[in-house]
């Protein structure tokens, strides 16, 4: 695949963000623009919107499936899970701050997540998944912070904590 083609793939999978004023202002240039790929409008204070073709949204339960019992079946196979690791940490660079066990861990537990979230069509636990292993990655990159972290910690309480009432 040549480096251009490669680029276009790329550009056509990453959403063109403006604010929901632009939409009011200029909504041929928003229009426009939701016709080559997705457009993510930004909110204040409010949860952003996604604008899309009807076209691109028809298949996607469809191929949410598709994709999800292949990386599946990927994952059941030496050379198919070392395939979806790499891609993953092509996808998420800081991968590479985890240790490996977590590594590995961590792409287990997203593909897991995704198949799951792909059979309900919402991904918003996958993005809360993504998040907290970037998290984890964050402080790994960090060695002062992962020191001290990983050390003892110095916490007053005042003595036992009392179990809490299951009634």
């Given amino acids: 695949m040549t ?10 999978m990453v959403a063109t963000e403006f604010n929901i ?7 041929t240039e928003v229009v426009d623009q939701a016709e080559r790929g997705e457009v993510i409008l930004h909110r204040r204070g409010r949860e952003d919107l996604r604008l899309t073709l009807a076209s691109r949204e028809t298949y996607s339960p469809v191929l949410n499936e598709v994709l999800a019992r292949l990386v599946t079946w990927m994952m ?39 198949v799951a979230c792909a059979s309900v069509h919402n991904f918003a636990a996958f993005q809360g998944k993504v998040a907290s292993w970037q998290s984890t990655a964050e402080i790994y990159s960090d060695p002062a ?18 179990v809490p009432d299951a009634s």
């Fill in 21 to 27: 004023s632009d939409l009011v202002r200029n909504p």
């Fill in 145 to 162: 912070l992962l020191a001290k972290l990983a050390g003892p910690t110095e916490i007053e309480h005042g003595g036992r904590v009392p």
């Fill in 76 to 114: 059941e196979r030496d050379s198919g899970r070392q395939a979806v690791y790499e891609t993953m940490v092509s996808v998420f660079p800081w991968l590479r701050f985890l240790p490996d066990d977590a590594r590995q861990d961590c792409v287990r537990d997203l593909v897991d997540v995704a």
């Fill in 3 to 12: 480096s251009e083609l490669s680029s276009d793939i790329m550009a056509s």
